[in-house]
């Protein structure tokens, strides 16, 4: 089993700054993809980002350039730098790991931009 605990969330004005983490525990050897999705109200969940193990990275379009995934493998960690907010980056933000041939959920982190 894994668990995924993510923190970060809150209220942000656009134009501003937000970090998400995600630590990962339980029992692994390793963990291989982790990233970042998200799911506003009355849209389905979709991709955010995502990191190998190996530190390669792919973004959504529309998040490039202002959103920066980034990994601590020592500590079975992913990290959502998020700058630059506007108010359509409002949604919950899952985190997500892979595991062997499994995929693993976050409870998820309320993300909120006002305009």
């Known amino acids: 089993q894994v668990q995924l605990v993510e923190s970060g969330g809150d209220l942000a004005q656009a134009g501003g700054s937000l970090r998400l983490s995600c630590a990962a525990s339980?029992?692994?050897?390793?963990?291989?993809?982790m990233g970042w999705y998200r799911q506003a109200p009355g849209k389905q969940r979709e991709l955010v980002a995502v990191?190998?193990?190996?530190?390669?990275?792919n973004y959504a379009d529309d998040v490039k350039g202002r959103f920066t995934i980034s990994r601590d493998n020592a500590k079975n960690t992913v990290y959502l730098q998020m700058n630059s907010l506007k108010p359509e980056d409002t949604a919950v933000y899952y985190c997500?790991?892979?595991?062997?041939?499994?995929?693993?959920w976050g409870q998820g982190t309320q993300v909120t931009v006002s305009s």
């Open positions: 997500n790991a892979g595991v062997g041939p499994f995929g693993y």
């Open positions: 339980g029992s692994f050897t390793r963990i291989n993809t």
């Open positions: 990191i190998s193990s190996g530190g390669y990275t």
